[in-house]
């Protein structure tokens, strides 16, 4: 079936704690995410193309961090959760941190649903001006600030499929050999480093655990 529009981005009257580390919002995101894994004990994921994901160090829980994942929550106008009461934060994560980081409403529109935002960034994208550009994984190699999103749950949501289904995206900190490293929310219940393979080209190889349908280009100064 159609899917009703999405309208106009809600205004909102959630403002960030603190301005944005950097006059870059790219730079921003990326710092911003980098601090909140810190806070949470620096928790890092191994994905590969053949083997389940394997995690070498476990950091601080959902449970353990109410009060800052409650922080999340309020960007997305949910100010009565927490990590509590165990409704997926991941997307409230990406929201605050974008936010946090000084981007405005007409570039990304903050929702506790990744899709819906991915979405809106579609749309977006075929006007003038955009800022994030989703692209298939395979036209884009990850860089420094862009986002990896993936399919949940047998979701089968696709570029070509905006099925506002179940999904997951984590913000790009840092490219290594072979390696591409983003930092995303309720991963592990947590804040979490996901290390996914990259093939020589630097483009993602296929992730046996994470379907990724889309980096999504970050075209922020």
Sequence with gaps: KDLAPL????????RPEAPPPTASAKTSMVLLAVGEWARFGRQVTFYSSNAPPRTVQLGVKE?????RIADYWASVDKPGRSGLDDVAWSAAFISWDIESAGVPRDLFCPDQ???IYVERMVERARRPGAAFIPLPSSKRAPQVGDLICASRNGSGTTLDNLNRGAGHCD??????PGEVHAIGGNVGDSVNRSVFPLDESGFLSPISARPVFTVIENRLP
């Design 7 to 14: 309208g106009p981005c809600p205004p909102s009257s959630w």
């Design 63 to 67: 449970r353990d961090a109410p009060e």
């Design 113 to 115: 649903r990744h899709t």
């Design 171 to 176: 913000i790009v900190v840092e490219i290594r």
